[in-house]
């Protein structure tokens, strides 16, 4: 008898009973014997040269110093998804790209040794001339990578301006973010039977062990990675890291085990932060709320050690119908560490600059900012042409309207006050990419009736062993306990990682697929399946989840403090696997995404380059204390050319809300902010209340 569905089932993840009680093990719990511990050496200056290194050879327990003088060579030609990537090449020469760059591993027999004698070290530099100083019309500015396409330029956007009743010409500012994810970067790395093995903190096995192969030049099938369990990523552990990097070079010359754990303090230094952003935004609309044109223009800063991309300019390709639009990305090379991924990229950062702007325009035209966006809704891609899968922002405003209370709100600014207190609610709408990308899984059909399923896949703490559970179970036409998978190994083969919020999308594919193919196989037989090709067949549309996000603030205009009391998030994420979990992860984009509006801002000082606050003091990140009631649901969604009919949950419940919440506390104050985070300076009135 066929076993009720296990998709679309609220279910607890399966690994949590050994991540509460201690026994679930990650990259720095793994036991080995002989085990040697590494500290990384980084840089103090922007730019330079190594001059000298001292000796600490003597020094308890120590077994070697790596450095330039004889660190393993490493291929120049590896890279990663934006193409060759200098930050790869640790410890290759005495130059120093940047402050908090790794110039020395210390590997010792404890951590504690490791740490003293790295503490002990003292490296001396020639300084050169640097510049980490993010402004407007550097000489450096350059256009930037056309990765994701050419920059748009349809119809005439300024025959469009000049004819629009209302105009927005503004520009928005965001900072420096890191992902600050619970768990430190850390790799054990080992050679065994001549194959280099690793248990390493990252978001993609197969990925990191092919670029590690590439680096160190060996063949591919001498390497194998293991990321059993890994707390948090955020997109800084979806490449190869440093601290495997440097562990490779160390078990290599030293011929036994070593692990490397990157302290608080290197995690911000040496891993890649979301970059310093200028965004201009110009709308123009008639009287009626209808768009014109749009116009949308970042300009990011990123390193001249790798390309990057930071693509704010999404959510105007494909968010709001206009008859002309027009985006344009630059970039400008600075002496930094090279910025990646985090959180939601580019779309993050684009959302708070398109949807403040959107704000501004309702403001100005003295239209509902709700129906705003309802009067824009596209019927094809803006850009494309292309027709979509299935939308459902609409669904996604309307509701979160309905149940947040949104009918009857005072469009005014500044009409709402509780003692001292302002209150204001705001709102914004987005768009994320959704699709699949290239992987494959193995299943055996046992001879007891069980399956092994074999994926590379990842869980970054997301619970993507509990969804593919069950997507696996209801592919086969079991119960899940039937289903055993194996996971997050790089001998699995080839497998999309945990990012872009593509990862459950991509192997929940490859395993639908490679069930499919053990129909009416006799046990025991293992059959693989690679979704390259089906993949490379589907038909070109436009693949998008939505949601809209309601926020509600008090503001004291006494101390400039901003409180947030209520988040609402509607959600269209295609068919939801696990509405347990996929609760709990667009709750915690909104939490990452309030953080980022409130708090989060990396400093670096402009005359000796460094960041002044690289760690979780100096870095504030929303505590428990700063979450008001989050509520979020999902409304009906479907993706047709996904056998699951998933799009991918996540990164969407950050994307918008800091524009929520900026756009709140104009409603609570008047005034607008243009700059992220909403920092108590900017928002301190020398006012008081209307009243007091």
Not at 537 to 553: D, G, K, N, Q, Y
């Amino acid at each position: 008898m066929k076993p009720p569905p296990a998709v679309g089932v609220p279910q607890t993840r399966l690994e949590g009973p050994d991540k509460v009680t201690g026994r679930a093990r990650y990259a720095a719990d793994e036991p080995l014997e002989e085990l040697a511990h590494g500290c990384l050496v980084t840089s103090t200056v922007a730019r330079g040269h190594i001059r000298d290194i001292s000796r600490v050879d003597d020094m308890p327990g120590v077994l070697g110093v790596i450095d330039h003088r004889n660190a393993p060579r490493l291929n120049p030609a590896a890279g990663g998804f934006f193409g060759p990537d200098g930050s790869l090449l640790l410890l290759q020469d005495a130059a120093v790209p940047h402050a908090g760059r790794p110039v020395a591993l210390v590997v010792a027999e404890t951590p504690e040794q490791a740490r003293a004698a790295a503490a002990a070290l003292t490296v001396t530099y020639d300084e050169q001339a640097h510049d980490c100083v993010f402004r407007a019309g550097h000489p450096a500015e350059r256009p930037a990578l056309t990765i994701f396409g050419e920059d748009v330029e349809i119809g005439d956007v300024d025959a469009e301006l000049a004819e629009a009743a209302v105009v927005v010409d503004e520009v928005y500012h965001t900072v420096e973010q890191h992902c600050a994810a619970m768990e430190p970067h850390t790799a054990t790395a080992w050679w065994e039977d001549g194959r280099l093995q690793a248990f390493d903190s990252n978001q993609g096995p197969f990925i990191v062990a092919t670029t590690l192969a590439t680096l160190f030049s060996l063949d591919p099938k001498t390497v194998r990675i293991r990321a059993e369990h890994v707390g948090g990523g955020f997109g800084s552990k979806g490449q190869c890291g440093p601290q495997l990097i440097l562990a490779v070079m160390a078990t290599t010359v030293l011929g036994r085990p070593v692990r490397v754990t990157l302290t608080r303090r290197q995690v911000f230094l040496a891993t890649p932060p979301r970059p310093r952003i200028r965004q201009r935004v110009r709308l123009g609309a008639d009287p009626d709320g209808r768009l014109r044109a749009i116009h949308h223009e970042a300009v990011f800063e990123e390193s001249p050690l790798a390309e990057y991309l930071e693509n704010c300019v999404e959510p105007t390709r494909t968010l709001y119908a206009a008859p002309a639009i027009r985006t344009r990305l630059t970039t400008v090379p600075l002496d930094i560490a090279p910025p990646f991924s985090v959180r939601g990229p580019g779309l993050t950062p684009g959302s708070f600059a398109l949807e403040s702007a959107m704000d501004e325009l309702a403001e100005g035209l003295g239209i509902d900012p709700l129906e705003l966006r309802l009067r824009n809704e596209p019927t094809v891609g803006p850009v494309s042409g292309l027709t979509f899968s299935h939308r459902n922002l609409v669904g996604c405003l309307q509701e979160g309207a309905r149940r947040f209370g949104w009918t009857g709100r005072d469009h005014r600014p500044r009409q709402r006050q509780e003692g001292h207190l302002l209150v204001g609610t705001g709102l914004a709408a987005t768009a994320f990419g959704t699709g699949a990308l290239p992987s494959s899984a193995s299943i055996t059909a046992e001879t007891d009736g069980t399956f092994t399923v074999s994926i590379g896949a990842s869980d970054i703490g997301t619970g993507a062993r509990t969804a593919l559970t069950a997507i696996a179970a209801d592919a086969l036409g079991v119960h899940t306990g039937r289903i055993r998978l194996e996971f997050a190994d790089s001998d699995l083969g080839p497998a999309w990682s945990a990012g872009g919020s593509r990862g459950t999308t991509s192997w929940s594919w490859a395993i639908t697929t490679a069930a499919a193919k053990l129909t009416g196989s006799v046990p025991p037989v293992t059959v693989t399946a690679d979704t390259t090709e089906e993949l490379g067949a589907l038909p070109h549309r436009e693949r998008h989840a939505h949601s809209a996000v309601f926020a509600e603030v008090s503001v004291d205009p006494a101390t400039g403090e901003v409180r947030i009391r209520r988040l609402l998030g509607m959600f269209a994420v295609g068919r939801v696997v696990n509405p347990l979990l996929a609760r709990s992860q667009v709750v915690g984009g909104m939490i990452t995404g309030l953080s980022m509006a409130l708090y989060e801002e990396g400093i670096r000082d402009r005359v000796t380059g460094r960041n002044v606050n690289p760690d979780l003091a100096g870095y504030h990140i929303a505590a428990h204390a700063d979450i008001p009631d989050v509520e979020a649901d999902f409304v009906p969604d479907h993706e047709p050319d996904d056998p699951s009919g998933i799009k991918g949950v996540g990164e969407i419940g950050t994307v918008g809300t800091a524009a929520a919440i900026a756009n709140a506390v104009w409603h609570a104050t008047g005034t607008r902010q243009r700059s992220l985070p909403l920092r108590l300076d900017r928002v301190l009135e020398d006012r008081p209340p209307t009243g007091e």
